[in-house]
């Protein structure tokens, strides 16, 4: 690897320039709370307007790449960030306070998922073809020559996460479902890691070199400023949005998008506190094994994690006793651990805060007081079944290690809890055979209420896949139809065409006769494998 491709300038990278601007700031280091160098460029509205014109005028021919070239795109910017070697595990844990062996998996999780997807676009799941065969004869009316396909729906505006510096950011899922889809990507680094963005951003800038794409297929925006993203969502050329943040962050994006001349959708991941539901047989057998795979779930990351289990409802009963005893003991010995940045560990603190001053939720443990300025001091609480649905601000999120255990009366309590909570990523039963019937009668419930049920494991950490959903029912996200992990990922970003009794001299490749791409397709109802050309 060139030494140029990992040193930083802190510029706007527009396609294939580098752009300054009159402003700058600096990444901060979470566990020194100092100032890393060097300064990065502050975007403006006229970055976004040239990024955007950039994006619009490289979409036609991005869309029109064949499924192996497209594939091939992807692969690229895989290798590419693998050549990157120990210098971007290096800054990204400068800039965040994360590990290196967090980091690292991180990255193979980044590079893997690009690769997922290259397969899924070979496999034709970006065009996803379906035929339906004329039938001139039918009565009362013949049917039409009919076939399908999906296209992108045109540039895409990425904003990177704060917890996820790699898997969630500058080539995280939502830019590689986005390109797997057809569609150009501007991503809108997140300020906490722009050092971490700008490696990230070239190594993609690279690939597109080398894959001979147009310039406007990828651009990186840097910037702290909410204007940045504002005007990135409300640019007439931007056809969707992938958000992964707060509540308020993706609502406000939201509203930018309904409110333009021609809307657009915002697909956000916003907030959740992701139930564990411990049933009774569950917990009379192995209550102190809950409690310390629970602790171990909440204080993973320092709780940073859009999964983390915020929550634990139960029966009271011994069994609960027990795993209160044995969870507060396991939380009193934890660490505080550096948290992403000042304003996270500011927003935790007074999340907490709150919680103990609510007077509707009484302090069981707290981790250990020896962390850093911005260290996330671990917290347990518990409460009632009716506190809990009489005091919604006990089921808004703090964002950390924090959790609270609702102690419910009896099973149509336990029930009441489980209607009352918001729309969830996850939720989890820990449940042994005795506990079916209990857990048949939550499963319609939590089938409403998130995206993923899991039994007998804990929601952090998310496996991308073909059959993976990580979104739910708002406030967890702003769409319930879709997913920002997997495959399935990919359906936000494309939209369906019909052609009907098209001439075959112009029927696109994907539906044309003889299958030239080789995809598999639906005929006439049945699947049909691809078969190479």
Request: net charge negative; aromatic share 4%; with cysteine.
């Amino acid at each position: 690897m060139n030494a140029n491709a990992t040193s930083l300038t802190g510029a706007i990278l527009i396609g294939a320039r580098d752009l300054a601007a009159d402003r700058s700031f600096r990444a901060v280091d979470p566990a020194r709370d100092s100032a890393i160098e060097p300064a990065f460029a502050e975007a403006g509205p006229a970055h976004v307007a040239e990024a955007a014109a950039l994006a619009a005028a490289a979409f036609p021919a991005y869309r029109a790449t064949a499924p192996e070239a497209r594939a091939a795109f992807l692969e690229a910017i895989a290798s590419e960030i693998e050549a990157l070697g120990d210098v971007l595990v290096e800054r990204a844990g400068l800039e965040s306070g994360l590990p290196a062996a967090r980091l690292t998996g991180e990255r193979a999780r980044t590079t893997g998922q690009l690769r997922l997807f290259a397969s899924w676009v070979r496999a034709g799941g970006a065009d996803e073809p379906r035929l339906d065969s004329p039938q001139p004869e039918r009565k009362p009316l013949p049917r039409a020559d009919l076939r399908l396909r999906h296209i992108g729906v045109g540039p895409v505006a990425v904003f990177g996460a704060s917890n996820f510096p790699l898997a969630f950011s500058v080539a995280g899922g939502d830019t590689a479902s986005a390109l797997a889809a057809g569609c150009p990507v501007i991503v809108k680094g997140h300020p906490a890691h722009p050092g971490t963005s700008e490696l990230v951003g070239r190594a993609i800038r690279r690939a597109v070199a080398a894959c001979g794409l147009p310039e406007g297929v990828f651009s990186l925006l840097t910037g702290t400023s909410h204007e940045l993203g504002s005007a990135l969502v409300a640019d007439p050329r931007i056809a969707a949005v992938g958000f992964t943040g707060s509540r308020a962050g993706g609502l406000a994006l939201a509203r930018i998008a309904a409110g333009r001349e021609v809307p657009i959708p915002v697909y956000a991941e916003m907030s959740s506190i992701n139930p564990v539901f411990l049933l009774p047989e569950a917990l009379a057998s192995r209550a102190e094994a809950l409690a310390a795979g629970f602790v171990g779930s909440l204080t993973l990351g320092a709780g940073q994690f859009c999964t983390n289990p915020g929550l634990v409802i139960a029966l009271d009963s011994p069994g609960l006793d027990r795993f209160l005893a044995a969870a507060s003991a396991a939380l009193g010995g934890a660490p505080a651990a550096t948290m992403l940045t000042p304003g996270i560990a500011r927003a935790y603190a007074g999340g907490v805060a709150a919680l103990e001053e609510s007077g509707a939720a009484q302090t069981l443990a707290r981790g250990r007081a020896d962390g850093g300025a911005n260290a996330c001091r671990p917290a347990l609480f518990v409460t009632d079944g009716a506190a809990f649905r009489a005091t919604p601000a006990l089921a808004r999120e703090v964002f950390g290690a924090s959790a609270l255990v609702v102690r419910c009366a009896d099973v149509e309590d336990l029930l009441a809890v489980a209607r009352a909570v918001e729309g969830q990523l996850t939720a989890t039963l820990q449940l042994d055979e005795g506990d079916h019937a209990l857990a048949a009668a939550l499963l319609p419930v939590l089938e409403e209420k998130a995206g993923r049920i899991l039994a007998n494991g804990w929601p952090t950490g998310v496996e991308v896949c073909h059959a993976m959903v990580h979104g739910g029912p708002f406030p967890a996200t702003s769409d319930v139809r879709t997913t920002s992990v997997g495959t399935l990922a990919i359906r936000r970003f494309l939209r369906p065409v019909c052609y009907q009794d098209l001439p075959a001299a112009l029927l696109p490749a994907a539906v044309a006769d003889g299958n030239p791409l080789g995809l598999p397709r639906l005929v006439d109802g049945a699947a049909q494998p691809g078969a190479a050309p």
